[in-house]
T-cell receptor, first 114, second 113 residues
Framework: AQSVTQLGSHVSVSEGALVLLRCNYS??????LFWYVQYPNQGLQLLLK??????LVKGINGFEAEFKKSETSFHLTKPSAHMSDAAEYFC????????????FGTGTRLTIIP | DTAVSQTPKYLVTQMGNDKSIKCEQN?????MYWYKQDSKKFLKIMFS???????INETVPNRFSPKSPDKAHLNLHINSLELGDSAVYFC????????????FGPGTRLTVL
């Protein structure tokens, strides 16, 4: 069974600083990996996804993530944080082969310091 | 144009009552899901339907019964509500391939008193 671990339930960065949100996965088969963002009182929105094409994936709002098989990681980064990035971020994994179930990490709350 | 919509947005009810949450998607997807998000923001899948057929049924109490009248709708009925059922319930939809994005609704915040 697949699983996802997000290190750090809360991350605070200054406006303009680098954002790094960590995600490690466990899967017995090549995984499909996703990052979703949840703004307060809203549903989830896809930021980006890895589906075995390029290992460096670019998403919306300037975010990107790199799939590293050797480290079983899929960390999310953004070079320069903006106040509007404050939200909850979820990493998720799907193990393919027609199994559409998304297994989510516990989420990381990102706070931006003015 | 709303892609995935849920009604109601908020639901406050007493223990022991029966309630339903409705979900509709206009994206033409063939698969729909129900997720539960608890007070600690943890998201867990409950059910999934593909073309009206149940394909995922996680360990959920029998009090929860999903119904899919057609592939654009997936409703969730909950009998004999308990305090622990208080959560935000999200509907989502996608095409049935595992690398496809799931589109989420805005959520229904259920509070059981």
């Amino acid at each position: 069974a697949q699983s996802v671990t997000q290190l750090g339930s809360h991350v605070s960065v200054s406006e303009g600083a680098l954002v790094l949100l960590r995600c490690n996965y466990s899967s017995s088969v090549p995984p499909y990996l996703f990052w979703y963002v949840q703004y307060p009182n809203q549903g989830l929105q896809l930021l980006l996804k890895y589906t075995s094409a390029a290992t460096l994936v670019k998403g919306i709002n300037g975010f990107e993530a790199e799939f590293k098989k050797s480290e079983t990681s899929f960390h999310l980064t953004k070079p320069s944080a903006h106040m509007s990035d404050a939200a909850e971020y979820f990493c998720a994994v799907s193990d393919g082969f027609g199994n559409e179930k998304l297994t989510f990490g516990t989420g990381t709350r990102l706070t931006i310091i003015p | 144009d709303t892609a995935v919509s849920q009604t109601p947005k908020y639901l406050v009810t007493q223990m022991g009552n029966d309630k339903s949450i409705k979900c509709e998607q206009n994206l033409g997807h063939d698969t729909m899901y129900w997720y539960k998000q608890d007070s600690k923001k943890f998201l867990k899948i409950m059910f999934s339907y593909n073309n009206k057929e149940l394909i995922i049924n996680e360990t959920v109490p029998n009090r929860f019964s999903p119904k899919s009248p057609d592939k654009a709708h997936l409703n969730l009925h909950i009998n004999s509500l308990e305090l622990g059922d208080s959560a935000v319930y999200f509907c989502a939809s996608s095409y049935r391939t595992s690398n496809n994005e799931q589109f989420f609704g805005p959520g229904t915040r259920l509070t059981v008193l």
